[in-house]
C-alpha cells in the first residue's frame, strides 16, 4: 500500500498521546498548537453532532470537536482533566479536539504503525508503545471533514 | 530590487489611473494646458521606470505615446474625439503592458502593434525633433536610441564627474602648440584600494593651474569599454580617460601625479605634435574655461537640458513621479499584489491625537480606581464614559484611514465598457457619479469584479443594438450611469441604463427551459427578473466573448453576498434596467442587536431589522403546513421561530407564552419577516470575525463575533432567513393563484 511506503521513507515522530475514555491516541507533535482547559461553546447551528461548538482563542474563532463522539468512544464522565488540544492541519485550518488526559509524548517509528483500515478512515493505524496500543489518528480527516462536510440540514 | 520593482508597478498603477483621468477631461471637452501635462507625465513617468528596468516593450510602446501626446501638447495635433479614443486604446494597451512586465503575461501583441501604428500615424505629420524618429520607430530604433542613457549618464553623474567633458570630444577644435596629452585607464584595483579617478582629475588639474593662472584641462572619458547595464560589474573600471594639459604643463610634474597610482593605472604621456596625432581630435581650452572642479556640475547642466529636450532626462523622472501621486491622493492599485495603502497625513495626526487622549483617559481611571470609596465612583464612571467614546472616535478614524474613494474602480470601468462596446460594436457612454464616496479599501478592491461583470452585461444584454435604438425612438447612442453614496451607513452603488430592460417572457422560458423553475410556476416580476441572478442562467443566443460562458450574473450575487451586501433590480420594458448594491462600508465591524434564541447569545445587523415588537397570540395566523404569518399594520409577512429554524430547538413558538418577541427584518428587495426570539439585550457594535476560515459556511450565520466576557456570538443573516421563509410562503400563493386561474 501506499500508506505503508510513505511511512516505512519518514522514520521518527515524535507524537502527543492522549486518552480518550479507555483507549489511547496520538498525533504528531508538530501539529499542535496549545493545550487549554475546556471551556464554555457557543453552539453552532446544523454543526454535526462531534462538533462541542466555537470558542475564542485570542481573537481567533475556532471550532472543538469532541474526539469521544467522534471516534464513537464512550467519554470519561466529569473529568476536570478533559482539556483541548488545539491543532493546525497542514492546509492551516485551526480546531479544538476535546479529550478526556494528555498522557506523554513518544518517539515513534512510522514503519512500526500496523495499519488497520483503509484510507478513508480517521485512524490511520495502531502502534505499540511499552506495550500499550495506541491509535495513531489521521487529522487531515478529521480536520477535512470539518471543514468540507456539506450542511445536512 | 524586488522592492523597487514593486514600488515601479505601484507608481505605474498611479500614473495610469492619472492618466486615464486626464484622458476622460479631455474627452469631456476640457483642454487645459495642466490636463495634457499631467497626461504627458504620467506615460513620461512610465517609460522613465521602465527603462530604468529594462523593460523594453513598455518602453517602446511608452515612447512612441509620448511622442504623440508631446504633439498634443505643443498643439500640433488638436484633441478631437478621433484622436482622444486613439490615445484612451493606447492607454489600455500600455495598462496591458504594465501588466505583462509585472506578472510575465503575454499580451495581445497586435493590439499593443495596431495601437503603434494609430498613434505614429498622429505623430507622423509633424517634423520636429521627436517626430523624425517617430515614423521610423521602429521595435530596434527606438530602445537603441534611448535606453542607453541611464547607462552612460548614470555613472557618470554618481561617481565621476569630471566625465561630462565629454561633450566636447568630437568638437570643434583650433591648433594649440603641442598640449600635453595624458591618457590613463585605471585598473579594478585603484578603486577597490578606495582610490577615485577623480581624484587624478583634480590632480591633474590643479598641476595645470599650477602652471599657468588660469590653465585649464580638458578630459574626455572613453566609455567604449562599458558593457550593457546587464553585464556591468559595478566595482570594475570600465572607463578611461584623456585629458589635454595646457602646454606649459611639464611631464614631471604631470607624472607626479600619477606617483600613487602608477601600479594601478596605465598612463601615458604624449605632445600633441611629437606622435603625429593631430591637434583636432583635441579640443582647445577655450570652449570650456572652467577648472575640472566647475566644469562638471555647468556640463551636468548642459547634458541634462539636452537630454530633457529629447525627453529622455532621468532626472525628470522622478519629479514628475512625486508630483502626480501627491495630486491623486489615496490611489488603489490596478490590482494590487501587495497591500500597502498611502494616507493622508492628517488623518494619521488625528489618529495619534485620540490616542494621546486615550492614555490620559486609561490614566485617570487607572488613579481613580486606586481610591477605593463611593465618592469617586461617579468619576470613574465618567472616565470610562469618555473612554468609551475615545475608542469610539480613534475606530473611526482607523476606518477613515482604510477608507479610499471608489474613483479607482469607477474609473477602470470606464475601460471595461470602451471594450465591451468595441466587442460588441454598440455605441455606450458610461457616466460617473460619486466617485469621491469612500469606502473600506478591502470593499474596494472586491467591488472590481462584479462591477466589470455587470457592466459587460449592460453593454451586452442591456442596451440595444443601434438599429432598435432609434427605432425605438431612443439615440443611437446607449447610456449607463454608475453611482456611488452613501445611505445610512452602507454604500449604495447603482447602475442604470437606458436600454431595453428585462425581457421577462424570454427570461422566464429560458428559467423553465433550464429547469430552474417549474413549468407552472407563477412568478411577479420581481421575481422573474431575480431569475437572472440563478446559478446556470443565461440568455445569451450565442457564446459571445463577454457572455454566456457559464460565468453568470450568480457569481456576482455571490460575490456581494460575499461582502454582506445586496443586489436589487429594477427593470422597465424599454427604458432601461437598474441593478442597485448595496453594501456595507466596512467588512470588519457592524452595529448589531444582541437578542437571545435557543438559548444562545446571537447578533442581528442593525442594518436590516425594522422595528422590533411584542405580538399576542392571536396575531399569528397559523398555515396548514405548520407555519405562520403575521400581520403588522395590514403586512403579511411569515414569521419565523429563530430557535428552530437554527436547528437549536424543536419548540415552536405556538407553544410558547402568551407573548413573543419579534424583529422585523428585511432584505434588500424589500421582503419582510418577523423573528421570534427569547429576549432582546442591547445594541452593540461588534468585530466581525470570520468563522468559515476554520469551519464551514453555516445556514442563516453570515459570521461571528465575539462578545465582552470573551464567548463566541453568531452574526445572523437575516435576509438568508428572510429569502427561506418567504420562498417556503411565496409558492404557496402562486399556486393558489395559478389554481384560482385555471
Not at chain 1, 464512550?74 to 479536539?97: H, I, T
Not at chain 2, 447610456?479 to 428585462?502: C, M
Not at chain 2, 428552530?644 to 430547538?649: C, D, I, V, W, Y
Request: glycine share 8%.
Amino acid at each position: 500500500m501506499t500508506e505503508q511506503t510513505e511511512v516505512a521513507d519518514a522514520t521518527i515522530v515524535k507524537m502527543i498521546m492522549f486518552a480518550i475514555g479507555e483507549q489511547e491516541y496520538c498525533i504528531p507533535i508538530l501539529s499542535v498548537r496549545e493545550i487549554r482547559g475546556f471551556e464554555k461553546t457557543t453552539t453552532l447551528p446544523f454543526a454535526p453532532p462531534y462538533v462541542c461548538g466555537a470558542i475564542n482563542l485570542r481573537g481567533v474563532i475556532l471550532t472543538v470537536i469532541d474526539l469521544a463522539v467522534y471516534l464513537n468512544v464512550p467519554p470519561q464522565a466529569d473529568n476536570p482533566r478533559r482539556v483541548v488540544v488545539f491543532v493546525e492541519s497542514q492546509g492551516g485550518v485551526v480546531c479544538g479536539l476535546l479529550v478526556d488526559r494528555v498522557i506523554d509524548m513518544a518517539d515513534i517509528d512510522l514503519g512500526d504503525v500496523q495499519s488497520v483500515s483503509d484510507d478513508g478512515s480517521s485512524l490511520g493505524g495502531l502502534v505499540l508503545v511499552d506495550n500499550r496500543m495506541i491509535g495513531v489518528l489521521r487529522l487531515e480527516t478529521v480536520v477535512g471533514q470539518l471543514v468540507g462536510d456539506t450542511v445536512s440540514a | 530590487m524586488d522592492d523597487i520593482l514593486r514600488i515601479f508597478f505601484q507608481e505605474c498603477d498611479e500614473q495610469l489611473e492619472e492618466l486615464e483621468r486626464g484622458l476622460s477631461a479631455l474627452s469631456d471637452g476640457e483642454s487645459g494646458q495642466e490636463t495634457i501635462n499631467g497626461v504627458f507625465r504620467a506615460v513620461h513617468s512610465i517609460k522613465g521606470g521602465a527603462a530604468s528596468f529594462g523593460l523594453e516593450n513598455l518602453v517602446r510602446f511608452a515612447h512612441v505615446f509620448e511622442s504623440a501626446l508631446d504633439d498634443l501638447r505643443s498643439g500640433r495635433i488638436a484633441p478631437t474625439p478621433d484622436i482622444i479614443k486613439i490615445f484612451l486604446k493606447a492607454m489600455d494597451v500600455l495598462s496591458d503592458l504594465v501588466v505583462e512586465a509585472r506578472d510575465n503575461l503575454a499580451v495581445d501583441p497586435a493590439r499593443a502593434a495596431e495601437s503603434r501604428i494609430e498613434l505614429e500615424a498622429i505623430t507622423g505629420r509633424g517634423g520636429t525633433a521627436d517626430a523624425t524618429d517617430a515614423p521610423d520607430a521602429t521595435d530596434d530604433a527606438v530602445p537603441q536610441d534611448f535606453v542607453p542613457v541611464p547607462l552612460d549618464f548614470e555613472p557618470v553623474s554618481i561617481d565621476f564627474e569630471p566625465i561630462a567633458v565629454d561633450f566636447d570630444f568630437d568638437g570643434p577644435a583650433a591648433p594649440v602648440p603641442a598640449p600635453l596629452i595624458v591618457t590613463f585607464r585605471p585598473h579594478d584595483v585603484l578603486y577597490e584600494r578606495g582610490d577615485d579617478a577623480r581624484n587624478i582629475l583634480i590632480g591633474l588639474a590643479d598641476v595645470a593651474a599650477a602652471a599657468v593662472s588660469g590653465g585649464d584641462i580638458v578630459a574626455a572619458c572613453d566609455c567604449s569599454a562599458l558593457p550593457s547595464l546587464g553585464d556591468l560589474v559595478p566595482g570594475r573600471a570600465y572607463l578611461s580617460w584623456r585629458v589635454v594639459l595646457p602646454p606649459e604643463v611639464s611631464e614631471e610634474r604631470c607624472g607626479a601625479v600619477f606617483d600613487w597610482v602608477s601600479d594601478a593605472c596605465d598612463f601615458e604621456m604624449t605632445r600633441a605634435g611629437e606622435t603625429g596625432e593631430s591637434p583636432v581630435a583635441v579640443p582647445p581650452p577655450e570652449p570650456v574655461p572652467a577648472p575640472v572642479d566647475e566644469v562638471a556640475p555647468v556640463l551636468a547642466t548642459v547634458l541634462a537640458t539636452a537630454l530633457a529636450d529629447a525627453h529622455r532626462a532621468p532626472a525628470a523622472v522622478p519629479v514628475a513621479a512625486a508630483v502626480a501621486p501627491a495630486a491623486a491622493g489615496p490611489a488603489p492599485a490596478r490590482k494590487p499584489e501587495q497591500a500597502s495603502i498611502r494616507v493622508d497625513l492628517h488623518r494619521i495626526d488625528d489618529l495619534m491625537d485620540l490616542v494621546g487622549e486615550l492614555v490620559i483617559a486609561q490614566a485617570a481611571i487607572e488613579s481613580l480606581s486606586r481610591h477605593g470609596d463611593s465618592a469617586t465612583q461617579q468619576e470613574l464612571v465618567q472616565s470610562i464614559g469618555s473612554m468609551q467614546s475615545l475608542t469610539r472616535d480613534i475606530q473611526d478614524a482607523v476606518m477613515a484611514i482604510r477608507a479610499q474613494p471608489v474613483r479607482g474602480v469607477f474609473q477602470r470601468m470606464q475601460r471595461v465598457v470602451r471594450e465591451a462596446c468595441s466587442m460588441t460594436g454598440k455605441e455606450v457612454v458610461l457616466t460617473l457619479a460619486g466617485e469621491e464616496t469612500e469606502v473600506d479599501r478591502t470593499l474596494v478592491e472586491k467591488l472590481t469584479d462584479p462591477l466589470t461583470h455587470m457592466l459587460r452585461n449592460a453593454v451586452d444584454h442591456g442596451i440595444e443594438k443601434k438599429e432598435d435604438r432609434i427605432a425605438a425612438g431612443k439615440p443611437a447612442e446607449g447610456h449607463i450611469r454608475l453611482s456611488a453614496e452613501h445611505r445610512s451607513g452602507r454604500i449604495l452603488i447603482t447602475i442604470r441604463d437606458d436600454g431595453g430592460g428585462i425581457d421577462r417572457a424570454r427570461v422566464l422560458e429560458t428559467a423553465i427551459r433550464r429547469n430552474i423553475v417549474a413549468p407552472d410556476a407563477v412568478l411577479t416580476d420581481d421575481e422573474i427578473n431575480n431569475l437572472i441572478f440563478a446559478p446556470g442562467f443565461s440568455t445569451a443566443e450565442a457564446v459571445s466573448d463577454l457572455s454566456g460562458r457559464g460565468v453568470g450574473m450568480d457569481v456576482v450575487k455571490q460575490a456581494i453576498l460575499s461582502l454582506g451586501g445586496r443586489v436589487a433590480i429594477h427593470s422597465v420594458p424599454g427604458k432601461g434596467t437598474t441593478f442597485s448594491l448595496s453594501l456595507p462600508l466596512t467588512l470588519a465591524i457592524l452595529d448589531g442587536m444582541v437578542i437571545v434564541a435557543g438559548g444562545s447569545t446571537m447578533i442581528v445587523p442593525i442594518s436590516a431589522v425594522i422595528e422590533t415588537m411584542m405580538i399576542k397570540r392571536r396575531d399569528i395566523y397559523a398555515l396548514p403546513d405548520g407555519s405562520n404569518v403575521i400581520s403588522i399594520r395590514g403586512d403579511c409577512m411569515p414569521l419565523i421561530p429563530l430557535a428552530a429554524a437554527l436547528g437549536l430547538s424543536d419548540s415552536s413558538p405556538a407553544g410558547s407564552p402568551d407573548d413573543a418577541i419579534i424583529l422585523v427584518v428585511e432584505n434588500e428587495s424589500g421582503a419582510r419577516a418577523a423573528l421570534v426570539v427569547e429576549e432582546i439585550r442591547d445594541q452593540t457594535q461588534v468585530v466581525i470575525k470570520s468563522i468559515e476560515n476554520n469551519y464551514r459556511q453555516i445556514f442563516g450565520v453570515s459570521a461571528a463575533t465575539i462578545l465582552g466576557d470573551g464567548s463566541v456570538s453568531l452574526i445572523l443573516d437575516a435576509p438568508a432567513l428572510i429569502a427561506s421563509a418567504v420562498g417556503h410562503l411565496d409558492n404557496k400563493p402562486a399556486r393558489i393563484r395559478a389554481g384560482l386561474a385555471a
